[in-house]
């Protein structure tokens, strides 16, 4: 079946630096991946819309400028959290779509990345 | 995008059949729907996707009625691995928005 794979699994950062997280799909492409976010006991909450070669569709409260996407080719693409504060720590999770046997799109997720900003 | 609600936890014991039922009222005609089942600190992963009546996987079953306005995820004979948050999302383009899901919580 589809595989996504993120990197790196677990960041510790200092505050002020920044950091990027990559969202590869393995064996098929994805000219869309998704974003997410996740605090603790909570549920995912959609950050962003990758879409390969255009810029990305952020939803309402996400600061473009502060998580920072690129899809530059159909099996890659980066959130970098720019000047991380501790705020900014939390779990990060990439999706991609792939055509199921239905007919409808399956989100195939990324394992996650922690991030921690001390 | 179509709102789903779930009952927010579920305690079940080890063999025993779990019904978790979603609600998602507006479902467009377009919409299929989805269920992802999570583990602390992973990624969701797919379980099982419908559009009507009834289908059935390796690992789950999905019953939903002529309406569409709910759906019921069956896990047959639960075993303690089987605790997690389950999440039913609908959607059809791949942008789909979490709910809160239900946290099943299968004991010995």
């Known amino acids: 079946g589809a595989v996504v794979s993120q990197h790196p699994s677990r960041v510790i950062c200092k505050s002020g630096t920044s950091v990027k997280i990559e969202c590869r799909s393995l064996?098929?492409?994805?000219?869309?991946m998704f974003w997410y976010r996740q605090f603790p006991k909570q549920s995912l909450m959609l950050m962003a819309t990758s879409n390969e070669g255009s810029k990305a569709t952020y939803e309402q409260g996400v600061e473009k400028d502060k998580f920072l996407i690129n899809h530059a080719s159909l099996t890659l693409s980066t959130l970098t959290v720019t000047s991380a504060h501790p705020e900014d720590s939390s779990f990060y999770i990439c999706?991609?779509?792939?055509?199921?046997?239905?007919?409808?799109?399956?989100?195939?997720f990324g394992a996650g990345s922690r991030l921690t900003v001390l | 995008l179509a709102k789903t609600t779930q009952p927010v936890s579920m305690d079940s014991y080890e063999g025993q059949e779990v019904n978790i039922t979603c609600s998602h009222n507006n479902i467009a005609t377009n919409d299929y729907i989805t269920w992802y089942q999570q583990f602390p600190s992973q990624g969701p992963r797919f379980i099982i996707q419908g559009y009507k009546t009834k289908v059935t996987n390796e690992v789950a079953s999905l019953f939903i009625p002529a309406d569409r306005k709910s759906s019921t995820l069956s896990l047959p004979r639960v075993s303690l691995s089987d605790t997690a948050v389950y999440y039913c999302l609908v959607g059809v383009e791949g942008k789909l928005i979490f709910g809160q899901g239900t946290e099943l919580s299968v004991k010995p």
């Open positions: 999706s991609a779509a792939d055509r199921s046997s239905s007919g409808a799109n399956v989100l195939t």
């Open positions: 064996d098929f492409q994805a000219t869309t």
